[in-house]
């Protein structure tokens, strides 16, 4: 068994071919053999040309008889078009024309009597068809059986490794598979499901012989990928409950006396997530609990009553938030809470000045400080804690990986809260964080305004202006949100910085003021500050305000350029004004012409204040990776599966993950070694962390 061994190894990879795979993370033979094909051809059959017809994709083979490159005059140029690359090009049947745009370079490639292999969709120009940027490879005689005559698999190939060298080195790797090769996924579980075996598998998804074979080889290989993620799950799991933890006294009287310092009472949503929680706190393995709930349902709240559970136990507790304003903010609300219960709850951010902080290190070390609330601040090397035992992390996404994992280790096993207001489906929280516990508020408290949400472009700046000034000239206030601070060359987007001076101007009457994440802490806390006073009425702002600001009165909020905004963070920013009995209403600002991609995406929050159904339009329209991508990291890295889609597979792969780390919670036992060298290899040390939150190494 060889496809441990680099790249290198195999004929026709030299030393600048191997930088090249190495770039985009392929090492090993066996990484080679699982970069797969993101799509294939049908070149068993080619189309004629005569045949091909208007907007349907097909595979065509024909020889080039002319090629032109049009270098295009500078008043052109504005509109950024520098060249222009024709050719012509005819099988037996006829002749067809293909158009690259600013790729000039191409033009060496395409020597007049070549053969071309050309795949796209042909469109109709001035009543002719043509192709507009199609794929295509250069066909040479005498062309092997990989490129040819067959269903052909397509690699991204971005980093200039050409289709056909990708193909032939692949099949490389594949000669040096034999029957030796191990397959860790168990027989068992293979047999059961009736998939095809590691050697088959790699053939079957670069080389099938038919669609069918190729779409069997993908589902093992997507099957594998969440078997190997929920057995990492289980094992977390196990790990934790092997950890002792101490176990709070919560009492009911602790309970009731709380909540009557509330001036309302908890939802039934509220109350269940709360007694999952207490449940939790009273074991003697430390709680992983995530509490999800929509911007505005009441998690700090319910965080509170565990915060108490602590300190009534004798321990402290530690809270992590990601900006000072929501240190502060929870301090506040702290404050309020436990009126009368006698705890000492500090903020510790990195603004304080510095003999502040050294004093509050100090109490922190000595237990004179019972609950402490700050930002990453919390994590630095000289926090030491008498005895930590419970912390929690709010708002998690905002934090990165290493960030979060930290500080559960400034206390001995402690109990951990997770909070974010990013609902994610049921279906997708198992595979993400399967191995945290879940607890979901599902219901706003009575009585609050869902926003009036209304989408509308540049034409009704004016009339977006006017209804500001209407609603702050009956008292209330106002966000306008920008995506950036500065103007960006590259970007045709709205700025901050432009639009301050502009609606300061415009706005004259009323007081303005500007917020964002460079301003100095100091400055940060005393805009919000005016603004919750009523000092400014209308904050120009980017997104820092999306969580943690909390202001009654503000109830209008325009965002310009809201397509630049992921759906789930444009309905976190909307959670913003949803705090008061007067009517909210949130208004998404756009430039005119948008794709219909945006269009849909922007009319779904029209429709629906429902953040678990908006996360999951949002993850429906834009993929998995680039939902996580923007408002996740850290995520172990599903390569080809997608835990919604292929939401089945998901489920059964869990329950056969539980069924050995039921029985083998430490992957002793010598029948899974393979799995848990695979493991090993995947996830390394960090398979022992907390949480799937944490990326492989
Ligand atoms: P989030 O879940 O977004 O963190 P918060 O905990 O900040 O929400 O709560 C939002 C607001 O709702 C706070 O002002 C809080 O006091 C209030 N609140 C929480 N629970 C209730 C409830 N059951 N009834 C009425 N108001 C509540
Ligand atoms: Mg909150």
Redesign the pocket.
């Known amino acids: 068994m060889t496809h441990t061994e680099p790249i290198r190894y195999l004929k026709g990879v030299g030393p600048k071919k191997e930088e090249v795979f190495n770039r985009i993370g392929i090492r090993t033979q066996e990484d080679l053999l699982h970069y797969f094909p993101f799509r294939y051809e049908d070149r068993r059959n080619f189309k004629k040309i005569k045949e091909i017809k208007e907007n349907e994709f097909c595979v065509i083979k024909a020889k080039i008889l002319a090629r032109n490159l049009k270098k295009m005059p500078y008043f052109m140029r504005a509109r950024r078009v520098k060249n222009i690359l024709e050719i012509a090009i005819s099988d037996d049947t006829a002749v067809v024309n293909c158009t690259w745009f600013n790729q000039g370079y191409l033009y060496d490639k395409m020597e007049v009597g070549e053969t071309l292999i050309i795949y796209g969709k042909p469109r109709m120009y001035d009543g002719k068809l043509k192709f507009v940027a199609p794929e295509f490879e250069v066909f040479e005689e005498g062309e092997d059986s990989l490129n040819l005559g067959r269903i052909v698999g397509i690699y991204s190939s971005t980093q200039n490794l050409g289709q056909k060298f990708i193909r032939k080195t692949i099949s490389l790797a594949l000669d040096n598979l034999d029957v030796q090769t191990r397959d860790s996924l168990p027989f068992d579980v293979r047999r059961e499901k009736n998939l095809p075996n590691i050697v088959q598998s790699f053939k079957g998804i670069h080389f099938p012989q038919s669609f069918k074979e190729a779409q069997t080889a993908r589902e093992r290989f997507i099957f594998e990928e969440l078997f190997f993620s929920q057995i990492l799950v289980y094992l977390r799991k196990a790990r934790h409950r092997q950890q002792t933890a101490d176990s709070f006294s919560v009492g009911p009287k602790l309970i009731e006396k709380l909540k009557q310092n509330f001036k309302?009472?908890?939802?039934a949503s509220?109350e269940k997530a709360l007694n999952e929680i207490l449940e939790d706190l009273k074991k003697t393995y430390p709680m992983h609990r995530l509490l999800q709930?929509d911007?505005?349902?009441?998690?700090?709240?319910v965080a509170a009553f565990a915060f108490a559970s602590a300190v009534s136990s004798g321990f402290q507790a530690a809270f992590m938030v990601p900006t000072e304003i929501l240190a502060y903010q929870h301090a506040e609300?702290f404050q309020n809470l436990f009126k009368g219960f006698g705890y000492k709850v500090e903020v510790l951010v990195s603004s304080l000045p510095k003999a502040e902080v050294e004093k509050i290190h100090k109490e922190i070390s000595e237990g004179k400080i019972d609950i402490v609330i700050g930002t990453h601040a919390l994590i630095s090397d000289s926090v030491v804690f008498k005895n930590l035992r419970f912390v929690a992390i709010d708002e998690q996404h905002k934090f990165g990986v290493a960030q979060r994992a930290l500080l559960p280790k400034k206390g001995i096993n402690p109990h951990y809260l997770i909070m974010s207001?990013t609902p994610i489906p049921r279906s997708l929280a198992l595979s993400l964080y399967g191995d945290l516990d879940l607890s979901v508020i599902t219901e706003l408290?009575?009585g609050r305004i869902i926003p009036k949400t209304v989408w509308v472009t540049e034409k009704k700046r004016q009339w977006v202006y006017d209804f500001i000034e209407e609603k702050i000239s009956k008292g209330r206030q106002a966000y306008i949100i920008y995506p950036v601070i500065e103007e960006n060359e590259d970007e045709d987007l709205r700025s901050l910085e432009v639009m301050y001076d502009d609606l300061k101007k415009h706005f004259d009457k009323f007081k303005t003021g500007m917020f964002h994440g460079k301003l100095p802490p100091k400055e940060k806390l005393s805009v919000i500050e005016k603004f919750r006073k009523g000092a400014i009425d209308i904050l120009i702002s980017t997104t820092v305000v999306e969580v943690g600001v909390?202001v009654e009165n503000a109830t209008i909020m325009v965002v310009e350029n809201p397509e630049r905004f992921g759906l789930a963070q444009l309905h976190q920013l909307r959670?913003r004004i949803q705090?008061s009995s007067y009517e909210p209403h949130f208004i998404l600002l756009s430039a005119e012409e948008l794709s219909e991609d945006v269009v849909k995406r922007l009319k779904v929050l029209e429709v629906t204040n429902d953040g678990f159904k908006i996360s999951e339009e949002d993850l429906i329209l834009r993929g998995p990776g680039d939902f996580f991508g923007q408002m996740q990291h850290g995520l172990p890295e599903l390569k080809i599966a997608n835990p919604l889609r292929d939401l089945d597979l998901l489920k059964e792969a869990r329950v056969f993950a539980y069924d050995i780390i039921k029985t083998d919670p430490d992957l002793k036992k010598q029948e899974h070694r393979f799995i848990r060298e695979k493991i090993d290899s995947l996830y390394g040390e960090l398979k022992d962390s907390f949480s799937l939150l944490e990326e492989k190494a």
């Open positions: 309302f009472s908890l939802t509220q709930g911007v505005g349902c009441g998690k700090t709240v609300t207001a408290p009575a909390n959670g705090r």
